[in-house]
């Protein structure tokens, strides 16, 4: 399956992203379409469309300062929104907007991060991030992008994340081939 990835860059591909979640049952507001590509101009968000032939087949976006505190306070971009359709799952969509992403985050960070849902439709994400090298963060349970306490009575929808960060220099170090690492030469000596 050959996957093109091209960045938000276009009222036109504003509109076919649009009409693409229309159809997927993914509902956003018009304002979110024209912020996300407001902000791809501006540069403080990357949004990269997955086609296969000339179908939309997924979308995600790297958001340079994240809303959640612990990210922007220690300048984690943020991996955000990633959707693969239904019927183009489990063919290396989402590995491939990971891997743009990653290397889009590695020309200017160390480290990059993502939230994800605890419930079951994130299954194959959750084990997608953790063979990626994604740990968690350590903050616990978020809710709304604020701590989930111990004996707090929380909502298990998509606002309830667990916030997971990878170490972009350790790809220098290791190279991660089916969850198997492989110690790689560090420099030549």
């Not at 590509?37 to 540069?43: I, K, P, W």
């Not at 505190?69 to 990971?98: C, H, M, Q, W």
């Not at 709304?144 to 170490?167: H, P, S, T």
Request: negative net charge.
């Amino acid at each position: 399956m050959n996957i093109l990835v091209k960045p938000l860059d276009s009222e036109e591909l504003k509109v076919i992203w649009m009409q693409a979640f229309r159809k997927h049952g993914l509902h956003r507001e018009v304002a979110y379409y024209d912020q996300c590509l407001h902000e791809n101009v501006l540069g403080t968000r990357v949004t990269l469309l997955a086609f296969v032939e000339e179908t939309l087949v997924g979308c995600g976006h790297l958001k340079v300062e994240s809303e959640y505190a612990y990210f922007r306070d220690r300048r984690i971009p943020e991996i955000n929104d990633l959707n693969v359709f239904p019927d183009y799952r489990r063919s290396g969509i989402g590995t491939k907007l990971l891997e743009q992403f990653e290397a889009l985050a590695s020309e200017d960070f160390h480290r990059i991060g993502l939230g994800v849902g605890l419930y079951k439709d994130y299954g194959a994400a959750q084990r997608i991030y953790c063979r990626r090298g994604y740990v968690p963060d350590g903050n616990g349970l978020m809710s709304g992008n604020r701590e989930a306490a111990a004996g707090e009575m929380v909502r298990v929808d998509d606002d309830l994340l667990l916030y997971l960060v990878k170490d972009l220099r350790l790809d220098s170090f290791y190279n991660l081939h089916a969850g198997k690492a492989e110690i790689q030469p560090f420099l030549n000596h």
